[in-house]
């Protein structure tokens, strides 16, 4: 277990069209939410459904693939890793946010129009 790296694995629905921007020398920034969800039963035997909300990001390659082909709604498997950055918000106070770096993805359901 030496060799354990920094991975996440998402199956999920993508919350609304990505955002996309494009950079000098052909570099993309794609972002998008990532809704995944998990159910189970309460001590009642009732169906609880929990959704958790993941921000992912991805870069040149990847991003004109987002850009082409994601959409709300697409269903997606993505890998990527996990990255913690903070940065200072308008008003100056210091704000921290964890972001799933993606390096493939690939879909479910549906092939993408």
Same mark, same amino acid.
């Given at each position: 277990?030496?060799?354990?790296? #920094?991975?996440?694995?998402? @199956? $999920?629905?993508? +919350?609304? &069209?990505? !955002?996309?921007?494009?950079?000098? *020398?052909? $570099?993309?920034? *794609? ?6 969800? !998990?159910?189970?039963?309460? *001590?009642? /035997? !009732?169906? @609880? ?8 990001? *991805?870069?040149? /390659?990847?991003? +004109?693939?987002? !850009?082409? =082909?994601?959409?709300? $709604? ?5 890998? +990527? ?7 200072? &918000?308008?008003? +100056?106070?210091?704000? =921290? @946010? ?7 993805? #690939?879909?479910? $359901?549906?092939?993408?129009?």
């Amino acid at each position: 277990m030496s060799d354990l790296k #920094n991975r996440v694995s998402l @199956i $999920g629905h993508v +919350g609304a &069209d990505p !955002e996309v921007k494009s950079f000098d *020398a052909n $570099g993309k920034l *794609a972002k998008f939410s990532l809704a995944t969800n !998990e159910s189970y039963k309460n *001590a009642k /035997g !009732e169906r @609880i459904t929990e959704t958790q909300w993941h921000n992912v990001v *991805a870069w040149n /390659g990847l991003a +004109g693939l987002i !850009e082409n =082909y994601v959409k709300k $709604g697409s269903y997606l498997v993505l890998e +990527g890793k996990l990255v913690n950055r903070s940065y200072e &918000d308008k008003e +100056g106070k210091k704000r =921290y @946010i964890t972001e799933i770096v993606a390096n493939d993805l #690939n879909f479910l $359901g549906a092939k993408p129009n």
